[in-house]
C-alpha cells in the first residue's frame, strides 16, 4: 500500500490551492480516504472524509464551505480543493486510508504529508 501526497507549500491568505493524493496497492474505490492535519505544536486533526464510492463526504467545520474533497477512482486519486485558505491552516496534511468503504474509525494507511503553510 502506498499513498503519496503533493502539495503546495507557501500560500498567501485566501489562496485556493488543490492538494493531490495518489495511491497504489489496493483496490482504491473499496476503501474510504480522509484529509487529517496537524498544526505546529497541535495534535492531529481530522479534516474531510470520503467514502469508497465517492457518494458520501464529510468535513470538520472549520472547513465546511471552503474545503472540498474529491476522488477519482479511475485514476486512484483523492484531491482536497482548499478555497480561502486561511492563517489557521496551516499544517501538515495527511492523505490516508480506511479499513473500509466508509470513514469510521482510525485510518490504516498514512502519506509522509505535505506541508500547507498560509501566511502573508
Known amino acids: 500500500v502506498q499513498v503519496v501526497e503533493s502539495g503546495v507549500g507557501l500560500m498567501q491568505p485566501g489562496e485556493s490551492p488543490r492538494l493531490s493524493c495518489a495511491a497504489s496497492g489496493f483496490p482504491f474505490s473499496t476503501f474510504a480516504m480522509s484529509w487529517v492535519r496537524q498544526a505546529p505544536g497541535k495534535g492531529l486533526e481530522w479534516v474531510s472524509g470520503i467514502s469508497g464510492d465517492g457518494m458520501n463526504v464529510d468535513y470538520i467545520d472549520s472547513v465546511k464551505g471552503r474545503f472540498t474533497i474529491s476522488r477519482d477512482n479511475a485514476k486512484n486519486t483523492v484531491s482536497l480543493q482548499m478555497n480561502s485558505l486561511k492563517l489557521e491552516d496551516t499544517a501538515l496534511y495527511y492523505c490516508?486510508?480506511?479499513?473500509?468503504?466508509?470513514?469510521?474509525?482510525?485510518?490504516?494507511?498514512w502519506g509522509q504529508g505535505t506541508q500547507v503553510t498560509v501566511a502573508s
Open positions: 490516508t486510508r480506511y479499513g473500509s468503504g466508509w470513514y469510521h474509525g482510525s485510518p490504516l494507511d
